[in-house]
């Protein structure tokens, strides 16, 4: 094939193995877009290929991937609206027949498992290091640990309790990601061997869980509420967008089934993360004094999470 068709808001290139999606950048194109820039689908993580009438004098080209091909997706579980999805290519009306080209030379390469769900990623994930800033805190990712540092303008008093969090890859059996255009949107991270995550998602009308199973030992259930739960980050208007939070959990999705695939090393939990600044002690220690001073901590706990902090100089 070796073609190019361009579209509204993207090109896509036809390789002899895959499809190179190109994004445009400018002010009409989705920010999800925009912040994916581009991405190769192998031929072999597509389910179907569709061409459908759009709006206002357009067809849109679909091409379906596979479940389980691609990381974006899978965070997404379902999530994203029809605009947003980077697997449409909208075109004018008028190039309709030359979609159909396509979209049946598109259909001839699939393979004869392409109904089949994937059983790994075949799609690249966003690479890190990556961040983005929730309405309750920062969240980053390395490529081997995800960081939340706490905001005193939106953590929860639990999440002050608790402390920044550190967690690697390794200890994670998931994600789940809560679109911030939904009531409540959220991402939770899923340490191994925790209380059905999924499960509480559900009770609280949110999507279905992205991650594996848990272990045969399970922890003690999590709290319900995400903004209770130093393992995730809330969002809010304007913090956690989709073009930032997605990504974001696509990465860490993508890093933790690469990871289970792979025997774990034993690693020290939170040893690696090195001394913190000074500067940043003194700060988290005359937080904690004013939540003390308020009677949202106690004697006890002030005193131990000083220590705890004094020990990182």
Known sequence: ????????????????????????????????????????IPHAALSSVTLTPGKRGTVVLHAVPRPGADPLLEAAAGQLKDGCDPYRLVLPAERETLAEYYAD???ALLGADAGEPAERFMVAAPEA??????YDGRASFDGDRISFRWFWTGASTAKWKAGDQTFPVTELSGVEWRSPE???????????????AGSLA?????????????????????????DQDPAAVIFGLGYGPVHESLPFAAAVLESVRR???????????LAGVGRRDPADIAERIRHLGELHRAGLVTDDEFSAKKAQLLAEL
């Not at 579209?7 to 193995?17: N, P, R, S, V």
């Open 1 to 40: 094939m070796g073609d190019v068709l361009a579209g509204i808001h993207a090109t896509w290139e036809f390789d002899t193995d895959s499809v190179l999606i190109r994004f445009e950048r400018g002010i009409r194109t989705p920010k999800l877009f925009q912040s994916l820039r581009e991405r190769r």
């Open 105 to 107: 030379e598109l259909r």
């Open 182 to 196: 939904a009531f409540d949107g959220y991402l939770r991270l899923v340490p191994r061997g925790a209380g059905s």
């Open 202 to 226: 559900a009770a609280e009308g949110g999507a279905p869980r992205t991650d594996a199973p848990p272990g045969p030992q399970a922890m003690p259930p999590r709290p319900t509420q995400a």
């Open 259 to 269: 990871n289970q695939s792979a025997p774990v090393a034993a690693t020290a939990v």
């Open 129 to 134: 290091p990556i961040q983005f800033k929730a």
